[in-house]
């Protein structure tokens, strides 16, 4: 994977987590914490996706194939 995309995903990554931690931190996820004892599916799809994405865009920043 070439340098551009490889950003892209990273920088969607970041952006995903940092949306996902602040739903985690919303009014709703946290009345769903206190009825259900977990937080809502949004903002645990969110962190979950934005992990991932930040995994896959820095390991192919660094651990590029060589030519």
């Known amino acids: 994977m070439?340098?551009?995309p490889?950003?892209?995903i990273l920088i969607a990554g970041?952006?995903?987590l940092i949306f996902g931690l602040n739903a985690a931190d919303s009014v709703?996820?946290?009345v769903s914490n206190a009825v259900t004892g977990a937080p809502t599916n949004?903002?645990?799809w969110l962190i979950?996706?934005?992990g991932i994405g930040v995994l896959?865009?820095?390991a192919s920043l660094f651990?590029?194939?060589a030519r």
């Open 2 to 4: 070439s340098k551009i």
């Open 42 to 44: 949004k903002s645990i």
């Open 56 to 58: 896959t865009g820095g």
């Open 28 to 30: 709703t996820s946290s």
């Open 48 to 50: 979950v996706l934005g």
């Open 14 to 16: 970041v952006v995903l």
């Open 63 to 65: 651990f590029r194939r």
């Open 6 to 8: 490889a950003i892209a």
